[in-house]
């Protein structure tokens, strides 16, 4: 059985990018997605980008999550900004504190996403499904893990519908996670987000920034293979389909991929796992 789909992009920076992250898309809806999320850039550098892209999607005939960031914003910003949003069409967020930039105070009138969540809540009703993150592998900013799982369920509390998580390749840490979320007494859906390998550089990159586990066995194969990029993602694909096995057969409710604007990684993964439209 095919779990319901939803895909990952990031808005571009130059016309050229736009026209091929169109072409991406357009490969990537023959999958039929539930939706499709468009991030922010650092501090809501990239609100702009992050509307326009939602835009398209939406004209495209594909449901379209905005990421919401709440660093640097006031109320009234983020008051304008949802009226923008639901002007728009759009009927899901994906609820972030967002990252700061490198010498950035957290400024603003939002600490916590938490905070974001209970003021779009307050100000909108349900007129938006509301998506959070979440971390299996502890959030790498967190006191604790036992923090950690606390500002998760402060997120919930505040007015979350579903959860999608950092990705990870440990199926053990999902499955953990989880299970000390119900042991809380929630049961929102939590989503796993799946990174597919397509470079070993990139991915050690952005898992040594996000705090996202490559497991030793897993590092020191993509090693081995130094520069030879088609067994970096033959490796990669079997990595991550047998992931998403574990993780359909555990009870996973759906999956996000995390797309890094490419069609061919995310692609073969789903046809190999047979789930074709």
């Known amino acids: 059985m095919r779990l319901p789909l939803s895909f990952e992009f990031f808005p571009t920076k130059t016309p050229e990018g736009a026209v091929k992250l169109r072409a991406v898309r357009q490969q990537l809806y023959a999958m039929k997605p539930e939706f499709c999320s468009v ?23 594909v449901d379209a999550a905005s990421h919401f960031s709440c660093i640097g914003a006031t109320k009234a910003t983020v008051r304008e900004q949802l009226a923008e949003l639901k002007a728009m069409g759009v009927k899901r967020l994906v609820a972030l504190r967002g990252d700061l930039p490198s010498g950035y105070g957290a400024g603003g009138e939002f600490q916590y996403a938490s905070d974001l969540i209970a003021f779009i809540r307050n100000e909108t009703g349900n007129d938006f499904h509301i ?39 440990s199926p053990e840490a999902y499955f953990r996670f989880v299970d000390e979320v ?15 390998i397509i ?21 020191l194969r993509l090693q081995s293979y130094g520069d030879d990029v088609e067994s970096i993602k ?31 990684a995310t692609l073969g993964l789903l046809q190999r796992l047979g789930w074709g439209p």
């Open 39 to 61: 991030t922010y850039g650092a501090g809501g550098s990239t609100h702009a980008g992050t509307f326009n892209a939602v835009r398209e999607i939406l004209a495209e005939g």
């Open 131 to 169: 998506e959070v993150a979440c971390y299996p592998e502890v959030h790498p900013q967190a006191r604790s893990p036992e923090a950690d799982l606390k500002a998760f369920a402060t997120k919930v509390r505040a007015g979350a519908d579903s959860a999608i998580t950092q990705y990870f390749f």
């Open 182 to 196: 119900r042991a809380l007494g929630i049961d929102t859906p939590i989503v796993p987000g799946v990174m597919p």
């Open 199 to 219: 470079s070993s550089t990139q991915l050690m990159r952005f898992s040594d920034a996000c705090g996202a586990e490559i497991p030793r066995w897993i590092r």
């Open 234 to 264: 033959s490796f990669g694909a079997d990595v991550v389909a047998t992931l998403c096995e574990r993780l359909r057969a555990g009870g996973a409710p759906a999956m996000h991929f995390y797309t890094m604007n490419q069609s061919v």
